[in-house]
């Protein structure tokens, strides 16, 4: 019996987020990540994320295609469930 209670406390490893997480809290809002890539390249004019200064070379950069953060350890801008690996 203990060992069944163990297994359902397992912790799990989130194959999207890379955080381990228990099955039994993970929710809707538990999983924060990006669903499109960190890309390098140009913003498209309607997805900036800033505006080019005037001294400012159109240059390409690097930015998650999804919300437009520039930043790669930026916090993820939708949540979901946790997905394990043990999920398909
Ligand atoms: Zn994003
Ligand atoms: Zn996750």
Known sequence: M???TEKRNQ??????????FSPSSNTSSSCR?????????????Q???YELGPDDPPYAA????CCGAEDAEAS???TSFHV?????
Do not use: A, I, M
């Not at 690097?62 to 295609?65: G, V």
């Open 2 to 4: 203990e060992k069944n």
């Open 84 to 88: 394990s690996y043990d999920d398909d």
């Open 47 to 49: 997805k900036r994320y």
């Open 11 to 20: 912790q799990k490893l989130c194959k999207r987020c890379n955080q381990t």
């Open 33 to 45: 990540f990006h669903p499109s890539f960190f890309v390098c390249r140009r913003h498209d004019d």
């Open 76 to 78: 993820g801008c939708t």
């Open 62 to 65: 690097k930015f998650y295609d």
